[in-house]
């Protein structure tokens, strides 16, 4: 059973472009999370995607925006990157099954803007 | 402000000894809790989760979680550590239960020395 799958694992930007990220979540799950963890802290909440529609949302600009798709796979877009915007993307899932509270991580895709 | 605190920047033990790491939040309401860990270069692995019930979780590998509501913590345990729980421990809250937002803390890196 493949657990949540996130490509590519690392990228490499300049200031200004724009960076598409993806996510498989685990069989079985419906339910898409986006998290930006900058080294040395904690992951912060982006937004929540099922039913292909942004369910919540954190205290991000709308430069990061985000999809689901019928699969329920996910793509995180981020548009006139900044420096800031370097950090570890963590794409997370879950099922909506009563009792399914726990959110499975992906490894990641490490974000450089230069 | 919604928040969650790990005042430990790094816990160290000795192999055999029990460990703790402490988590405090402040959140309004009964939020459900969780550990979650990181190992290098890899995503969060969910340890153990508290919903309602006994103040005493037990999770995976071992650990445990201890839930004091009037002191607002969910401290993490280990009777008895080991080298290869080495790594770096997250403490999350999700303040709506039901939602997926989660804030976490900043995290506490165990060192376990053999």
């Known amino acids: 059973d493949a657990g949540v799958t996130q490509s590519p694992t690392h990228l490499i930007k300049t200031r200004g472009q724009q960076v598409t990220l993806r996510c498989s979540p685990k069989s079985g799950h419906d339910t898409v999370s986006w998290y930006q963890q900058a080294l040395g802290q904690g992951p912060q909440f982006i937004f929540q995607y099922y039913e292909e529609e942004e369910r919540q949302r954190g205290n991000f600009p709308d430069r990061f925006s985000g999809h689901q798709f019928p699969n329920y796979s996910s793509e995180l877009n981020v548009n006139a990157l900044l420096l800031g915007d370097s950090a570890l993307y963590l794409c997370?899932?879950?099922?909506?099954?009563?009792?399914?509270?726990?959110?499975?991580f992906g490894p990641g895709t490490r974000l450089t803007v230069l | 402000a919604q928040s969650v605190a790990q005042p430990e920047d790094q816990v160290n033990v000795a192999e055999g000894n029990p460990l703790t790491v402490k988590c405090t939040y402040s959140?309004?309401?009964?939020?459900?809790l969780f550990w979650y860990v990181q190992y290098p270069n890899r995503g969060l692995q969910f340890l153990l989760k508290?919903?309602?019930?006994?103040?005493l979780v037990k999770g995976s590998y071992g650990f445990e979680a201890e839930f004091n509501k009037s002191q607002t913590s969910f401290h993490l345990k280990k009777p008895s550590a080991l080298v290869s729980d080495s790594a770096l421990y997250f403490c999350a809250v999700s303040p709506l239960r039901g939602t997926d937002k989660l804030i976490f803390g900043t995290g506490t890196r165990l060192q376990v020395f053999p």
């Open positions: 959140v309004s309401g009964n939020p459900y």
């Open positions: 997370a899932s879950r099922t909506r099954d009563p009792g399914g509270n726990e959110q499975f």
């Open positions: 508290y919903i309602t019930g006994d103040n």
